[in-house]
């Protein structure tokens, strides 16, 4: 019995194959749709939300409508279903980077701003997939109406697990967005060659063939875009985030989901390109103590790199969760494991959980403007990182936040939470306004209070090997967080806290650089630019 059941998938009729290739091509369109929108959007769980609101939406439509018109199913109009379904496909890979970023400035609330794109750009095509359902159920002969639809609706969510799959575990680690989208675009015309056949008539074959050349051109051409990230080197989906590596005005930056995060100096790699890592040595004035340091988060490896440099007792261990981060850092960022420097590819919580290692100083360099684990800042984390630290030690976390207004409230939630565990908690906001920037947040286990004319004054003694006066004129130590929850591992509403920041300026301050060229500093401005506007 079990082999005929068995056998019995394997040879599917026409409409099955149908329902079983709309589940896999929806599926798989709608874990496409994150990694297109998050570039601009970001990938918060509204933005998630409205991916699979539309996609329901979409579906329910045409099941509603394709349920209406069943008497009209036929095996031609399942071809022309499919024929319809791969071209709109072809207009998304062509031009739906350029639709996405023209919809990113329409006057939406943050929380809805998505939602234009994904449901102009993937409703249609995922309507017409509806239609297959009910169409299939019509065509599948049986007279068990339930039986019929219990049978077709089966198929169809095995495809979609299948799609759910195959796109996550294989196609976006080996394929770029165009040419996932290829697939998705030359699965749908196969299915509609195969629903044709033998008997497939001349404007089928014309159709299909000639849909199937535009997804071939409009992949090979990478789609329509707008990008002043200068030239890129490198570019790839990894399991975790899009990822792209650029060249623009002597500096190589790296850019996770669309935002900068790491950037090196092509002629002098240790050099700071983006002010904020110079505040990564404030806690060397903090603590005379530092020998063995923790990143919890690589990128592109700017702090470890300046570390090994300027301290030559400091030994740095660093855990990143995306190997491929890892490999480009390696390839890109002239980064090497030495016994100096040990690379741990895992979650940091996980890291921090399992190792028996003790640090004198953490840095938490894993938030970006729109996508946090919440994982990372929750009071049971702290007191985790607490846990890790020797009795003097440090940690120090890169918050991108406001320092005050609506957009703080991330920013004041996690000073919030780490005032809890620390007892003393300084903050050094680093584009001296009100605008979205990474706040640099320090707590010291140690709970005597240094002054901002302390810090001065050690500044002024010690020889950390960069001077950060300018720096710790930003010092801040008393915020007001009675409006901000306090995060645990129970109740973390990151993305509520975020909310207020999208769409906001996000101001990534570069530092000054006197011996570079004028081809040089423009290019460098219009990088800078992008940067500071960036909405996501």
Known sequence: MASTASGSWLRMTRPELAVFV????????????????APEFG???YTWGSIIGVFLAAL????????????????????????????????????GDLFIQSTAGLPLPSRFASLPA????????????????????????????GAASGHVYAVGTVGSIIGAFATTYFLIPSLSVTNIGLVFGL????????????????????????????????????????????TTVYHTQTAYQELRVADAGGTRTLYLDGQPHSAMDLDDPTR???????????????????????????????????FLEQYPNV???????????????????GVEESPRLNVHTMDGRQYLRETNQTYDLIVLDAYRKDKVPFQLTTQEFMQLTSDRLDEDGILFANVISAPSGPASQFYRAEYKTMRSVYPQVYSFPTAGSVVVQNIEVVATKDDTLVTAEELQARNQRRDIGIDLAAELTSYRNDEPT??????????????????????????????????????DRNATARIAVTEAEFAA
Not at 197 to 224: F, H, M, Q
């Open 187 to 230: 699965i749908s015309v196969a299915t509609a060659l195969a629903l044709a056949r033998p008997n497939i008539g001349r404007d089928e074959a014309v159709w299909s063939v000639g849909i199937a050349a535009v997804l071939v051109l409009a992949s090979l051409t990478g789609g329509v875009g707008l990008d002043s990230r200068g």
């Open 22 to 37: 709309s589940g896999i091509t929806s599926m798989g369109l709608e874990i496409l749709a994150g990694r297109m929108v």
């Open 43 to 45: 990938s918060s769980i």
């Open 272 to 306: 700071h390109v983006f002010d904020y890592t110079s505040y990564f040595h404030v806690p060397f004035l903090l603590s005379d103590d530092i020998d063995r340091v923790l990143f919890v988060g690589g990128g592109g490896f700017t702090g470890p790199r300046v």
């Open 60 to 95: 329910s439509l045409g099941y509603h409508h394709g349920g209406q018109r069943a008497t009209e199913a036929s095996n031609s109009a399942l071809v022309r279903v499919f024929v319809g379904t791969a071209a709109y496909i072809a207009g998304v890979i062509l031009v």
């Open 315 to 333: 030994t740095v261990d660093v855990v990143e969760l995306d190997p491929e981060v890892v490999s480009v850092a390696e390839e890109y960022f």
């Open 482 to 519: 009675d409006d901000v929850p306090l995060l645990t591992d129970d109740r973390a509403p990151v993305d509520s806290l975020l909310d207020p920041m999208v769409g906001q300026r996000y101001v990534i301050q570069r530092t000054n650089e006197t011996e570079q060229s004028e081809a």
């Open 118 to 145: 994904i449901t102009l750009l993937f409703g249609p095509p995922t309507y017409f997939l509806g239609f297959i359902s009910p169409y299939a159920a019509e065509l599948s002969g049986r007279s068990d109406v």
